[in-house]
């Protein structure tokens, strides 16, 4: 996805943002982004381990069906 994105087109982003936002609100959009890009990963990762989890539920109540 970014493998298109060179350094020049980078910069002219950036200076866009930077007309727009202003140097001020920039560093508080750029912590905000952070910490979206970190809870989607969260929430990826955990989604990751939801089926490995209840996929060890079927095996035991299938165990205790045959003790039964």
Do not use: C, T, W, Y
């Not at 959009?29 to 989607?40: H, P, Q, V, W």
């Not at 990826?44 to 045959?66: A, F, G, T």
């Amino acid at each position: 996805m970014f493998g298109s994105i060179g350094m020049p087109e980078l910069i002219v982003i950036f200076v866009i943002a930077l007309i727009v936002f202003g140097p001020s609100k920039l560093p508080d959009l750029g912590k905000s982004l952070g910490e979206a890009i970190r809870g989607f990963k969260k929430a990826v990762n955990d989604s990751e381990r939801v089926p490995l989890e209840s996929s060890d539920n079927p095996k035991d109540n299938h165990d205790s069906s045959k003790s039964a």
